[in-house]
């Protein structure tokens, strides 16, 4: 589960009325026992009323059930799946000040089961469950005595072990996974605790049954491991230098509110200290169906849908719930700075404190934020970003339901002090409020963001998104769309008064340095003994509930040949082109197999051109040029193949060629330009090496598979860096169309006419040349065991097992897929089970055997695991146990095949995604999609055909271990055991 501190999702629709309708076919009442076994029963007639608005273009219709649940459903069926919330309104601001982390921690419980979902046998389980809570309440009483305390906690882990042997650890995960969901996950903020999943839409009985069962009650299921796992999740949240940032922002914007005295994962004390009796009482509080709303997008039928739910959830108790009055604030009368240090690189942070999102000046601060940046024509998009000013710069929102934060950011430049950068962020603010921008910019944003949502309704995790912060919101969803008729009113007048009246001395800074934190703590583990996996065993209700029947939907496989018209646009420049039947925007690109490996200045040449101009327009004008069409372009240069992409609103698509065409044929060379992003690279590779994800993840993985001459590190010196003249760069990016590509354009307008405009605009030689040779970057044998590792100062320890397989073939697609998806692709795989279910040694733990994405290349298997240092040597025996000898799970297998049947046979690749699936696939070899034989072949595997390529190509085989953790804290004695162990350098990964 994620613990993040806000997810922003735009408006979604436009102002119409509301109306009273109801179902135009029969429907029916719920059954007194649906929710407690999920089995048919006669159901009584009954109609269903909704809400829904003119105009909507989500077609959203708001229904009310009797006990006051919220359902917002809306049909669009791109795919058979549907995307699902349950949204509850509580969030940490809820918590008590005694218990912070509360809501959070008990997002983590509701994945445990119930009474039925979850256990082998409720009688037993439940007298031990009930003597664990009872010794936490004694627990968190002795504080002041560490000799209780251990001796408390010694009961408490050996009871839980009783406990275990009665539960069904991650039922509810294989009962997902079994179904075909994806995406199982929930997350808790503020305001909101929300619980997603994607399943297919034949599966909408099952998602309901076992959504209502866990609704229902909240068992208390394998607490003490689950609650390591958080601890792992507020260590990782110490280890990351923004979160500590983000909390000192809130902390001072916010001194007596929750937003600031409390944080969404708690206080180490809290956590240290928990109250079983306390997260029941809050459950019960506040998951009731008056506070909670189900949002569903996807391919449903209205009638059948809202019977379902109904008859799952309808016989649920509505009941008073706490009203929570939110502390009002204090004027901020004077500038309040803070700084927080911590090894990452440098930033600073200034927040203002403005009304809830409810109100009409959040809609006001949209419009301000937009202004400020939108990513192409944005005050600090041009000035301090295109003019190269700052490093990087930006300005975002966290809006929430009392107050929202409007945060301005900027990273320095080498040599540029942080206050320097505060005092440009402000300038660009000052613009705002002198009214010094452009008149038709707030009319480019309207459009632009109309053109965002529109896109946006091509998913339904977007469209879903929107109707549950509607109704976090708690207003109409009438209203809900008024919000984005009003963003298209606002005047510049009025953003000019709303800044001034709100955006003097009223702010908050924080600066971030680079350097030892002085106050670095972390949560210290308690002695916990693994509990039982019980793989093998599943709950009654667990058998009634899969036995329900479904329809079986067939798969639907994409047919290049007849999904894709190849044209030429001119003897040898093909066009592959896709119709766009559903909207007006339009995605056209030119692809290139060249890149970094064939020349490292194509990189460099593809950033500077964003700093270019023409003989016609300056840098900056051409970006207000194309935000005025409503379109945007971008060229990416990665090893082995450029992109350059145009998109936006196909009724354009001409004039924006025309100015796309004219910079690649002619930028206009910028010295200034040139030697400001040299500097700029520099302090990006320095920035870079104080990051572990790019430490870990990319340097020193390509070291290892690549040896210290690889792809990562194929980049000019600095020497060379400092030498290169503005021609050098312009020349290739003129010489670039004059190269072998293809197009590819998916949009409305007919094939003909897309070879129309591109004859007329796309202008290339008579002729295309061959892409010059690329440097091979060899892959190394990874014949010795060793042990690679990087000392960072970090609580945590990360770690990376890696293994060479075979060259890539499509023979072993299907069972790579199966292999995955049983060993180690989820929270019900037997990787996530064991390490974190049983054992309790991460937050994070996985393992997949990875496809080449190339023919000639090879296959890896990498597993990965994240721990506390001290938990280091059972964690790495934990993941090397599993890797030498894969546990047997037969029932793990079968939910395994039925989560690929299940997926594949919902799973559409549609819209543009088939253009990019055509090149995915030209790129291994093949002219078909290979999911066909993955969903062939996989139901019939057996477990003894997946033991074999278990021992062939992963048990024994030589690894390479890669680490990445303090010097401080690291058990080298332990690392020695899994091979030579050899410290690698920043300067031998980074290759500067």
């Given at each position: 589960m994620k613990?993040?501190?806000?997810?922003?999702?735009?408006?979604?629709?436009?102002?119409?009325?509301?109306?009273?309708?109801?179902?135009?076919?029969?429907?029916?009442?719920?059954?007194?026992?649906?929710?407690?076994?999920?089995?048919?029963?006669?159901?009584?007639?009954?109609?269903?009323?909704?809400?829904?608005?003119?105009?909507?273009?989500?077609?959203?219709?708001?229904?009310?059930?009797?006990?006051?649940?919220?359902?917002?459903?809306?049909?669009?069926?791109?795919?058979?799946?549907?995307?699902?919330?349950?949204?509850?309104?509580?969030?940490?601001?809820?918590?008590?000040?005694?218990?912070?982390?509360?809501?959070?921690?008990?997002?983590?419980?509701?994945?445990?089961?119930?009474?039925?979902?979850?256990?082998?046998?409720?009688?037993?389980?439940?007298?031990?469950?009930?003597?664990?809570?009872?010794?936490?309440?004694?627990?968190?009483?002795?504080?002041?005595?560490?000799?209780?305390?251990?001796?408390?906690?010694?009961?408490?882990?050996?009871?839980?072990?009783?406990?275990?042997?009665?539960?069904?650890?991650?039922?509810?995960?294989?009962?997902?996974?079994?179904?075909?969901?994806?995406?199982?996950?929930?997350?808790?903020?503020?305001?909101?605790?929300?619980?997603?999943?994607?399943?297919p839409s034949n599966q909408l009985e099952k998602w309901a049954a076992i959504q209502a069962e866990r609704m229902r009650e909240m068992v208390p299921r394998l607490f003490h491991t689950e609650l390591e796992a958080v601890y792992e999740e507020k260590n990782r949240g110490l280890d990351s230098d923004f979160n500590k940032e983000f909390e000192a922002l809130n902390a001072s914007l916010y001194p007596t509110h929750p937003y600031g005295t409390q944080t969404t994962i708690g206080t180490i004390e809290h956590l240290q200290n928990p109250s079983i009796t306390e997260i029941k009482k809050y459950f019960g509080q506040y998951y009731v169906p008056n506070n909670v709303a189900l949002c569903l997008s996807g391919d449903l039928d209205f009638d059948q849908t809202i019977r379902l739910i109904d008859k799952y959830f309808g016989v649920m108790p509505s009941k008073p719930v706490p009203v929570f009055n939110?502390?009002?604030?204090?004027?901020?009368?004077?500038?309040?700075?803070?700084?927080?240090?911590?090894?990452?690189?440098?930033?600073v942070m200034i927040g203002y404190r403005l009304p809830g999102k409810a109100s009409k000046d959040a809609v006001r601060l949209r419009m301000l934020d937009k202004i400020l940046t939108n990513g192409q024509a944005g005050l600090i998009d041009l000035d301090l970003n295109q003019q190269q000013k700052v490093l990087e710069a930006a300005s975002f929102t966290d809006l929430n339901d009392d107050y929202s934060t409007h945060v301005i950011y900027g990273t320095p430049r080498a040599g540029q002090k942080l206050e320097d950068v505060k005092a440009l962020l402000q300038g660009e603010l000052a613009k705002v409020k002198a009214g010094?921008?452009?008149?038709?910019?707030?009319?480019?944003?309207?459009?632009?963001?109309?053109?965002?949502?529109?896109?946006?309704?091509?998913?339904?995790?977007?469209?879903?998104?929107?109707?549950?912060?509607?109704?976090?919101?708690?207003?109409?969803?009438?209203?809900?769309?008024?919000?984005?008729?009003?963003?298209?009113?606002?005047?510049?007048?009025?953003?000019?008064?709303?800044?001034?009246?709100?955006?003097?001395?009223?702010?908050?800074?924080?600066?971030?340095?680079?350097?030892?934190?002085?106050?670095?703590?972390?949560?210290?583990?308690?002695?916990?003994?693994?509990?039982?996996?019980?793989?093998?065993?599943?709950?009654?209700y667990y058998k009634q509930l899969t036995a329900l029947p479904s329809t079986e939907l067939e798969p639907v496989f994409v047919d290049y040949k007849k999904d894709i018209q190849e044209t030429e646009i001119k003897p040898g420049l093909p066009l592959y082109y896709t119709h766009n039947a559903e909207n007006g925007l339009f995605n056209l690109s030119y692809v290139f197999d060249l890149g970094k490996n064939n020349d490292p200045r194509w990189g460099l040449a593809a950033d500077y051109l964003q700093y270019l101009g023409t003989g016609k327009y300056t840098a900056a004008q051409l970006q207000q040029e194309f935000y005025k069409l409503g379109c945007s372009f971008n060229v990416s240069s990665g090893a082995d193949r450029i992109f350059v992409t145009l998109n936006g609103l196909?009724?354009?698509?001409?004039?924006?060629?025309?100015?796309?065409?004219?910079?690649?044929a002619a930028p206009k060379p910028d010295a200034t330009a040139l030697k400001n992003m040299v500097a700029g690279v520099l302090k990006?590779?320095?920035?870079?090496?104080?990051?572990?994800?790019?430490?870990?993840?990319?340097?020193?993985?390509?070291?290892?598979?690549?040896?210290?001459?690889?792809?990562?590190?194929?980049?000019?010196?600095?020497?060379?860096?400092?030498?290169?003249?503005?021609?050098?760069?312009?020349?290739?990016?003129?010489?670039?169309?004059?190269?072998?590509?293809?197009?590819?354009?998916?949009?409305?307008?007919?094939?003909?006419?897309?070879?129309?405009?591109?004859?007329?605009?796309?202008?290339?030689?008579?002729?295309?040349?061959?892409?010059?040779?690329?440097?091979?970057?060899?892959?190394?044998?990874?014949?010795?065991?060793?042990?690679?590792?990087?000392?960072?100062?970090?609580?945590?320890?990360?770690?990376?097992?890696?293994?060479?397989?075979?060259?890539?073939?499509?023979?072993?697609?299907?069972?790579?897929?199966?292999?995955?998806?049983?060993?180690?692709?989820?929270?019900?795989?037997?990787?996530?089970?064991?390490?974190?279910?049983?054992?309790?040694?991460?937050?994070?733990?996985?393992?997949?055997?990875?496809s080449a994405d190339k023919l000639g290349r090879s296959n890896y298997n990498l597993s990965y695991i994240g721990t506390q240092s001290d938990k280091l040597p059972e964690a790495m025996a934990g993941m090397e146990a599993l890797l030498t000898e894969m546990p047997v799970a037969e029932a793990n297998l079968e939910i395994a095949k039925n989560a690929i049947r299940n997926s594949i046979s919902t799973e559409r690749?549609?819209?543009?995604?088939?253009?990019?699936?055509?090149?995915?696939?030209?790129?291994?070899?093949?002219?078909?999609?290979?999911?066909?034989?993955?969903?062939?072949?996989?139901?019939?595997?057996?477990?003894?055909?997946?033991?074999?390529?278990?021992?062939?190509?992963?048990?024994?085989?030589?690894?390479?271990?890669?680490v990445i953790g303090s010097k401080d804290r690291l058990n080298f004695k332990e690392l020695a055991k899994y091979g030579q162990v050899q410290q690698l350098t920043l300067k031998e990964i980074f290759g500067y």
């Open positions: 613990n993040n501190f806000l997810l922003l999702f735009p408006a979604l629709a436009v102002l119409g009325l509301t109306t009273q309708c109801q179902s135009s076919k029969p429907a029916v009442a719920a059954s007194a026992a649906a929710s407690a076994a999920p089995a048919a029963a006669p159901l009584a007639a009954k109609e269903y009323r909704y809400e829904s608005v003119p105009g909507d273009p989500l077609g959203v219709r708001i229904y009310k059930l009797d006990n006051g649940l919220t359902v917002y459903l809306s049909d669009y069926k791109d795919a058979p799946r549907i995307q699902t919330y349950l949204a509850v309104r509580a969030g940490s601001k809820n918590d008590p000040a005694t218990a912070t982390g509360l809501a959070h921690y008990l997002e983590h419980m509701v994945f445990k089961g119930t009474s039925k979902l979850g256990t082998q046998d409720w009688a037993k389980e439940k007298i031990e469950l009930d003597k664990i809570e009872a010794l936490y309440e004694v627990y968190r009483g002795q504080r002041n005595d560490a000799a209780a305390r251990k001796r408390t906690y010694h009961q408490i882990d050996s009871i839980s072990g009783v406990a275990a042997t009665y539960a069904v650890p991650n039922e509810y995960d294989k009962v997902m996974g079994a179904i075909g969901a994806k995406g199982s996950n929930a997350h808790t903020s503020n305001e909101e605790t929300v619980y997603q999943e994607d399943i939110a502390p009002v604030e204090q004027p901020i009368t004077a500038p309040i700075t803070k700084e927080i240090i911590g090894p990452q690189s440098e930033n010094n921008f452009p008149d038709w910019l707030i009319p480019a944003i309207i459009n632009n963001e109309k053109l965002t949502r529109t896109k946006s309704y091509e998913s339904n995790e977007a469209r879903a998104s929107a109707m549950y912060e509607a109704f976090i919101e708690r207003i109409d969803w009438k209203d809900y769309l008024q919000q984005q008729d009003d963003f298209g009113k606002i005047t510049k007048a009025e953003i000019v008064k709303f800044a001034n009246d709100n955006y003097g001395e009223n702010f908050v800074t924080v600066f971030k340095r680079t350097g030892v934190d002085p106050n670095k703590v972390k949560v210290v583990k308690p002695a916990i003994t693994p509990v039982p996996a019980n793989r093998d065993v599943a709950s009654a196909d009724s354009n698509l001409e004039p924006a060629l025309q100015l796309f065409e004219q910079l690649m990006q590779r320095q920035d870079a090496k104080l990051e572990k994800r790019v430490i870990l993840n990319a340097a020193m993985v390509s070291y290892v598979k690549y040896g210290p001459k690889n792809p990562f590190t194929n980049n000019l010196s600095e020497k060379e860096l400092k030498a290169l003249k503005p021609e050098q760069l312009t020349a290739l990016i003129k010489k670039l169309e004059t190269y072998q590509h293809r197009v590819l354009y998916y949009g409305p307008r007919t094939e003909e006419a897309t070879v129309t405009v591109l004859k007329a605009e796309h202008k290339t030689p008579a002729k295309l040349t061959p892409a010059p040779a690329a440097k091979d970057f060899a892959e190394q044998p990874l014949k010795d065991k060793k042990v690679y590792w990087v000392d960072y100062n970090m609580v945590q320890a990360e770690i990376l097992f890696l293994t060479k397989g075979d060259l890539y073939s499509k023979e072993l697609a299907p069972t790579l897929a199966l292999y995955n998806e049983y060993f180690g692709g989820g929270m019900g795989s037997i990787v996530f089970q064991d390490l974190r279910e049983s054992k309790a040694l991460a937050y994070s733990a996985y393992s997949g055997y990875n690749i549609t819209k543009g995604n088939i253009l990019m699936s055509y090149e995915r696939a030209k790129r291994l070899g093949l002219d078909y999609d290979l999911r066909r034989d993955v969903y062939a072949s996989t139901q019939k595997m057996t477990f003894d055909e997946l033991r074999k390529f278990q021992l062939a190509k992963i048990s024994g085989q030589n690894q390479v271990i890669l």
